[in-house]
């Protein structure tokens, strides 16, 4: 909790009347921009040693300024801090804490700069390593699959369209389609984290400031590519965090399809993989139940991430430049945005390894569905009748089985040749499930040696 008693504000000087209570809990987003700490302090110590090189601080006055705001990280992470709603935010209730600790010298850790460059900062170093850790959770997610895959290649499930059994594929060709779409989830993290790795400070409030600063020095010390190019935009707009939010959007609803398909999956319908118990929960009245409430959790948590996209957005497309206090509107949703990112793809790298197979019900499941119907439709154009015939005369067949109750593959040799005397005793082979899937035999295809290579690009892609 933060305390609460009266504070001098950094910035009373102008004003006669102290801050309306309510307003001041109002504005502040100290309860949640402390989170901030350290890239608040990085930026500090930065913009200090910048100074002091410039001559605009002597080397002393930095020396004392970093040592302080050291000693205040320390407290911080100690939990011996404590912040203050009357300070506003974690810029100034650091700022104040440091003029307390080290007397002048901290007064002076502001010149030639603003809170909006050095919010604008802040929350660019926080991203970016946020941006680090996810897309090492993602990796570990991808691991997890590759193994799954590699365990699975030929394991032959019905692949489907419209959820109805279309075409018997493998599992392991199933599980390297999610991986490619978190192939693409990486990159577009890491194009995100390119484009905002730009350094801000020295914006200073929106034009810039009076004082000779070196920014190239300020974005080399912080790992920045280069100082931004415009004053009015640095501070102003906050495009990287949307652009996160819509990758991580994107990230979101490829897990929650991916939740879809495993709670589908474990149900007693379909019994086709069994998670372990370690990842589901029971009823509190049913007792036969073993609920997925992982992936219907990640699942429901992708609902909010897309609000926050939105949110985002409709909070910046209003704004004149250059900076306003909406954009203190950013941290919130960005930052549930990343906690519940994280936590999503956490709960799924580590619930992966540990999916079994129902083999014989994916089997049973595949031989039900008429999955090999495209199979012998072209195994007839093999034999040259145009695909369109050989679609006609495979529904008949199709029909007759429906009518038989029985597969494609249950049908006589005699039974077949009614539809097209084309048709001779080598058509079983193809309507083998393994003859199906085998088929598939060129670069994304379900073939199991396809597979198998797919599993070999994709590991070495990750080293
Ligand atoms: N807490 C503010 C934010 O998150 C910091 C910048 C405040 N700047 C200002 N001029 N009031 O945006």
Redesign the pocket.
């Known amino acids: 909790m933060s305390d609460q008693t009266p504070v001098e504000k950094p910035w009373s000087g102008r004003f006669n009347e102290p801050t309306d209570a309510f307003v001041e809990a109002f504005t502040a987003?100290i309860d949640f921009?402390k989170r901030l700490y350290r890239y608040d302090i990085e930026g500090s110590i930065a913009h200090a040693t910048m100074l002091a090189k410039q001559d605009i601080l002597t080397q002393t006055e930095s020396e004392t300024i970093i040592q302080g705001l050291i000693k205040i990280r320390q407290r911080i992470e100690e939990g011996q801090f404590s912040w203050s709603v009357a300070l506003?935010?974690?810029?100034m209730n650091i700022e104040s804490a440091l003029t307390a600790d080290i007397g002048d010298a901290g007064k002076k850790l502001h010149t030639g700069r603003?809170?909006?460059d050095?919010?604008a900062t802040d929350v660019r170093l926080y991203l970016r390593d946020e941006i680090t850790i996810i897309s090492d959770e993602i990796l570990r997610l991808q691991h997890a699959l590759l193994d799954l895959a590699e365990r699975e290649f030929d394991t032959i499930m019905p692949g489907f369209t419209h959820l109805q059994t279309a075409q018997p594929i493998t599992f392991g060709h199933h599980m390297m389609a999610w991986f490619e779409m978190l192939t693409r989830d990486r990159d577009r993290l890491a194009d995100c984290a390119c484009r905002l790795n730009v350094l801000p400070l020295g914006a200073a409030?929106l034009a810039g400031t009076t004082f000779p600063i070196d920014r190239h020095y300020t974005a080399e010390l912080l790992g920045f590519d280069r100082p931004s190019e415009n004053s009015l935009d640095s501070v102003s707009d906050r495009d990287f965090v949307i652009e996160f939010s819509a990758a991580a959007s994107i990230l979101m609803m490829h897990l929650s399809r991916f939740s879809e398909e495993l709670i589908i999956w474990s149900s007693a319908q379909f019994s086709f993989i069994e998670l372990s118990d370690s990842f589901c929960t029971g009823s509190s009245i049913m007792p036969q139940k073993k609920n997925p409430d992982v992936p219907e959790l990640v699942r429901g948590k992708t609902g909010r991430i897309f609000g926050h996209l939105m949110g985002l957005l409709t909070l910046m497309k209003g704004q004149p430049l250059a900076?306003n206090?909406d954009?203190?509107e950013?941290?919130e949703p960005l930052f549930d945005t990343v906690d519940n990112l994280k936590g999503s793809l956490k709960v799924f790298a580590d619930m992966m390894p540990a999916v079994t197979c129902n083999h014989q019900k994916m089997r049973q499941a595949t031989m039900q569905g008429f999955a090999t119907a495209t199979d012998l439709a072209d195994y007839l154009v093999r034999k040259g009748i145009p695909f369109r015939d050989a679609h006609e005369v495979v529904g008949k067949a199709v029909a007759l089985c429906i009518e038989k109750g029985s597969d494609l593959s249950d049908l006589a040799l005699s039974e077949l040749q009614a539809f097209s005397s084309a048709i001779g005793d080598d058509v079983f082979e193809v309507l083998t499930l393994e003859g199906s899937v085998a088929a598939r035999n060129h670069i994304g295809g379900t073939a199991p040696e396809q597979v198998k290579q797919a599993i070999a690009r994709g590991r070495a892609s990750l080293d």
């Open positions: 987003s921009d506003e935010d974690v810029h603003s809170r909006n050095q919010v409030a900076y206090k954009n203190q950013d941290k």
